[in-house]
């Protein structure tokens, strides 16, 4: 599917192009603004997405009307929705875009080498140890891939490739029943975080049910890790006392640092500093967490992305 740019590059009469004319471009880019603003529901949020002036919206949905001679969206006081017009319209521009896309990029690979933009969502945990790495492999296999990296957590990640902001993105799912398509790429075991000095880390492991009782500092719902938690708890009669809520890892650990409790989160070996410990968390068997790789639904495979998910699953490893 067109990118941001190739949208915005689309000629509006008074607007001059902020992006070459070099762009490869088969049909009209505002069909697949028209297919963002249906996705998005709003024209205001599909400007958002796609880092666009609302105004520049409107006018390229305007004047795919007057094309049209039909209404293609009823406006409403919550946002739009399609006319009977649109409905009708919607499947076969949503296929004509996708053969597009599909041509222009087997036009741009011509001569042997992926070419194009990658946008790949990373995990905060995985940036030191992988991102420079996969940039550099790229670099030196790919010059004609242009690598656009995002840090996020894992739930943002998973709406952006929902909104198709990401072409992929390594993200956390909480039970191997949810990789579903995914490429699994590492499991973490589950550990309790806390001071450096409490003798409560004396062991390697720590069985759940010592957990009872414990000033936790977990994520607030309805976070999938706080969801997972208060199952384990209901299901092994454990009681999990909740001291504060912190949604990331960072304000976690800072918040036990300080005394606070103790953390529970997916640790990767040497990534603690000097001020915390940690012990996995075993009996019942190992809890672990499945990082994957996954693909958006709402952007092509492209040679190019292609090449790099190739890419990151080779250079994946268990201590992701």
């Known amino acids: ?90 499947p076969c521009i949503s296929d004509l875009l996708t053969d597009a896309e599909s041509l222009a990029d087997d036009i741009r690979n011509l001569r042997g080498k992926p070419v194009g933009e990658v946008v790949v969502g990373m995990l905060p945990s995985a940036v030191r140890r992988f991102a420079g790495t996969l940039f550099s492999a790229v670099r030196a296999q790919m010059p004609g891939v242009r690598l656009h990296l995002i840090e996020g957590a894992s739930a943002q990640l998973e709406e952006q490739l929902h909104d198709g902001r990401l072409d992929m ?68 009669c454990v009681e999990l006392s909740v001291a504060v809520e912190a949604d990331s890892v960072q304000l976690q650990y800072e918040v036990v640092a300080a005394g606070g409790g103790y953390a529970i989160a997916s640790v990767l070996p040497g990534s603690l500093d000097q001020r915390l410990m940690s012990s996995r968390i075993v009996e019942p068997p190992l809890l672990e967490r499945f990082v994957v790789l996954v693909e958006s639904p709402r952007r092509p495979l492209t040679r190019a992305s292609r090449e790099v998910r190739r890419l990151i699953c080779c250079l994946a490893m268990p201590s992701i």
Not at 16 to 41: E, H, K, Q
Not at 193 to 210: E, H, M, S
């Open 1 to 90: 599917m067109t990118n941001n740019k190739d949208i915005q590059s689309a000629p509006v009469p008074g607007t001059a192009s902020p992006y070459p004319a070099t762009a490869l471009t088969i049909i009209d880019p505002r069909w697949t603004l028209f297919v963002r603003v249906v996705a998005a529901g709003s024209l205001s949020k599909a400007a958002v997405l796609l880092d666009m002036p609302q105004s520049m919206v409107s006018r390229n949905i305007a004047l795919l009307e007057s094309q049209c001679g039909e209404r293609l969206f009823h406006r409403t006081g919550r946002g739009v929705v399609l006319t009977e017009f649109g409905e009708q319209l919607l």
């Open 169 to 236: 993105a390594l993200v956390l799912r909480e039970s191997e029943a949810s990789i579903g398509q995914a490429h699994l790429l590492a499991r973490l075991p589950l550990h309790l975080v806390g001071p450096a000095v409490d003798p409560l880390f004396g062991n390697r492991d720590i069985a759940l049910k010592n957990l009872s009782g414990l000033p936790l500092v977990v994520p607030g719902r309805p976070h999938l890790l706080r969801a997972r938690l208060d199952h384990l708890a209901a299901e092994h």
